[in-house]
């Protein structure tokens, strides 16, 4: 599934809200934010590692001014970052 689309199952309204200095991700159940202001991609895939015990990629999708975090060990999960 292309990143367009993946990024389609989230709310409109939570689309809306997307903001440099957040990570937004959807598991396949539930929707959840949290804070990464000034955060490097290096952190954000640290944070991931620490807490969800698996490496990660970023891909940058510069005409939607959005990257995709892949995870490994969950490669379902849609994780955004607006910058």
């Not at 200095?21 to 804070?35: A, I």
Request: no cysteine; charged share 25%.
């Amino acid at each position: 599934m292309l990143f367009e689309e993946k990024i389609q199952q989230f709310p409109r309204e939570l689309r809306k809200a997307w903001n440099v200095g957040f990570v937004f991700m959807y598991n396949g159940k539930t929707f959840h934010h949290f804070p990464a202001r000034q955060w490097t991609d290096k952190q954000i895939k640290e944070y991931f590692q620490e807490n969800y015990d698996s490496s990660s990629i970023i891909i940058e999708h510069s005409d939607l001014k959005l990257k995709e975090l892949q995870i490994e060990n969950f490669p379902n999960w849609i994780v955004v970052i607006p910058y």
